[in-house]
């Protein structure tokens, strides 16, 4: 008989070591390539999985089914993985537009100019690089919501209390941050993958 | 209708999983838009990008490592159930000192009956002039004072014990 994700955790709470290792093994992929999105570093992303699993494995005498268990897994590995772009900033690029100027004196923000980045990018032929980046850019609600949606494939409701907002923010939070990547990502859409080897710049 | 109206619908229109009264209302917007035409298109073409992003395996040792901080955790003993939890040992404490301190406190009640050491204090207080009184002469300059009482005006600064109504 397959137990379902509840009834192995519900298992787990009652002392059962095998489940635990059960929900391990299932969700050990997703979780580690969710995080490697949100930081874009293969040993950060295992670390804060390990974290993940962790707090789940402490967090187990309290558990109660009162939604899915992807929903609980997804939203301390959202927590878990903000927290750590927040206090490292692996990623200098992603600046959010939606966070408040901590000086008003200091010197405008200046986004990095996309003619360049591109520039950078084609030459090295990463394309791979280049959408990371610029899913990296959006704003974290986004980036979360984006990640969620294109690569877990989760449905609209457990995204939308992931994040703790209405199924109708969800969709124009969606809406705003494809807008962006249609913007950011339309070089690579007019240059194939097929003619980006031996070729420098886009035409 | 206007962009901004269907926009919200787009992506579920998009990914299949605008309901079919959504979906009609796409659908209308979009024959009569080239512009949200052209938007959907390069949606559709902007997804099939970001398929490019390779999934990664998590290492070799991933699970070990985790089954060996799972192991590092402190295990529950079968008194652990008894043990209170740190505030609530704090918070008994904190009655405990209050009750003890509110013990402690001396009791003020008028009507309670005189203790022994009170009613002592009384008997002293009582033959403690009881040399002055026997002293005769003192005794009659005190009532010589008595009678010129009504007489003289009071000092300001000594009040006037209040006389008695009835005189024993």
Known sequence: MVRSDVQLMLDAKAGDEASFDFLLQKYRSPLVNFLYRMVRDTATAEDLAQEVFLRIYRARKQYTPSAKFTTWLFRIATNVALNSVRDNRYDKLAVSLDAPVDDENSAPRELPAREMRIDEHMIERDRTEFIQRAIASLPEKQRVAVLLHKYEEMDYGEIARILDCSESALKSLLFRAYETLRVQLAPLVTQPVERRAGEGRPS | ?168
Request: glycine share 4%; proline share 10%.
């Open chain 2, 1 to 168: 209708m206007k962009c901004e109206d269907v926009s919200k619908e787009l992506i579920a229109y998009l990914d299949h999983r605008a309901s079919p009264a959504e979906r009609r209302k796409v659908e209308e917007h979009l024959g009569g838009c080239a512009a949200c035409r052209t938007r959907v298109d390069e949606f559709r073409k902007i997804w099939t990008v970001m398929d490019e992003v390779p999934a990664i395996e998590p290492s070799f040792g991933f699970d070990a490592r985790v089954r060996q901080r799972v192991a590092a955790e402190p295990r529950r003993r079968w008194f652990s159930g008894f043990v209170p939890a740190p505030r609530v040992v704090f918070a008994a404490g904190l009655l405990i000192a209050l009750g003890v301190w509110v013990a402690r406190l001396p009791l003020s009640d008028p009507g309670a009956p005189p203790t022994v050491a009170a009613i002592q204090q009384q008997d002293f207080n009582a033959i403690k002039d009881l040399g002055v009184l026997e002293n005769y002469d003192v005794v009659t300059k005190m009532d010589a004072l008595s009678e010129l009482a009504p007489a003289t005006t009071p000092q300001p600064d000594k009040p006037q014990p209040e006389e008695p109504s009835s005189n024993d």
